[in-house]
């Protein structure tokens, strides 16, 4: 996409970019390019002729910004941070404080038969089984191996709770085929971690490497690519598993606001609510076991693994109330004197 900036901040908002682009992310840095584009126009069409831009000008742009709290968020984040450097050139912009962002995310929860609805289809999926992925007779597919990698993938995903590029980046050396473990090198936080597995799942692995030709290269990718030294991408994973889906007829009607609906990340949610309902039937002490799904999960923190197991309380009513009590434990309600 082409950016284009209009307004008397142009030769400004290039510089900051110039050195934003050594010390952020490539994705954080489109997002910043869009951002500055955003307030760039919103600029020319006031009129703005100098840095020097009141609380009031602020918060006026604020009001244009469309999207949820952490898109809010993240806008008046980088407009701090560009008007932070403009302090070096001597202006004096008023700094926005970054709103609070609320966690308004609610997953799609799959239900026992959709799950099993999702496996079955994916163990008899084909290239061409759905109208979304017409066959193309006379060109070879770039990832021809897909029906048979994806039946495993999203059985990782769901009996591992894994994220979709931990998964992708899993190397035949990363399965301990002896202590049915999975070894997580690349993970958000790259913090490693150990994630064990039911035998079913080790042995249903072992039948896979041994059907896709795997061998003993401790270096093959578990879900090879064009080759055994690339993964295939996770978004390719994610578009079959949206086929899937369209074909389970997984199309939920009157989706709530911040509902992102059905999607393959939500098999990781499926994962830490239907772990959570099994050790509560179990009898585990929920002290217990929030921490070690937290740890199990690779959270840094419990509130990370709190919003995982927002529960739909019709189909969990009998966990819900002591989670809620063990959260509440947890975080205390805040009091704020009006």
Not at 54 to 59: D, F, I, K
Not at 87 to 94: D, E, S
Not at 218 to 247: K, Q, Y
Request: with cysteine; proline share 6%.
């Amino acid at each position: 996409m082409i950016y284009e900036y209009n307004s008397f901040l142009k030769p400004y908002i290039s510089l900051f970019l110039e050195q934003q682009e050594k010390v952020v992310s490539l994705s954080t840095y489109a997002h910043m390019k869009g951002i500055l584009q955003h307030f760039d126009h919103y600029v020319a069409e006031q009129g703005y002729d100098n840095c020097n831009f009141t609380e009031t000008h602020v918060l006026q742009w604020m009001k244009t910004i469309e999207g949820r709290d952490k898109t809010v968020h993240f806008y008046v984040s980088c407009l701090r941070s560009f008007f932070i450097f403009l302090g070096g050139y001597g202006f004096r912009p008023f700094l926005p404080c970054c709103p609070k962002v609320s966690d308004d995310y609610i997953a799609y929860e799959f239900t026992d038969e959709e799950i099993n609805m999702i496996i079955s289809i994916a163990d008899n999926y084909t290239l061409c089984m759905h109208p979304l992925s017409p066959e193309r007779p006379h060109s070879k597919r770039k990832y021809d191996r897909i029906p048979f990698e994806l039946p495993m993938f999203l059985r990782i995903l769901f009996g591992c709770g894994l994220r979709r590029e931990e998964a992708v980046s899993l190397l035949l050396r990363d399965v301990d085929f002896r202590n049915n473990a999975l070894i997580i090198r690349k993970t958000k936080s790259d913090e490693y971690r150990v994630v064990p597995m039911d035998p079913s799942l080790v042995d249903i692995i072992s039948r896979y490497c041994i059907a896709m030709g795997l061998g003993a290269d401790p270096d093959a990718f578990i879900f090879p690519g064009t080759d055994f030294s690339n993964p295939v991408p996770g978004r390719i994973f994610m578009n079959h598993f949206n086929r899937v889906l369209a074909e389970a007829g997984i199309v939920p009607a009157g989706r709530k606001k911040h509902e992102r609906g059905p999607c393959i990340h939500c098999l990781r949610h499926a994962f830490a609510h239907r772990s959570f309902r099994k050790g509560a039937k179990e009898g585990w002490a929920i002290n217990d076991q929030i921490p070690w799904l937290s740890v199990y999960l690779g959270h840094k923190s419990l509130r990370e693994t709190e919003k995982y197991l927002k529960f739909n309380s019709e189909m969990f009513s009998e966990e819900i109330s002591p989670f809620e009590d063990y959260s509440m434990e947890l975080y205390p309600e805040v009091i704020f004197d009006e």
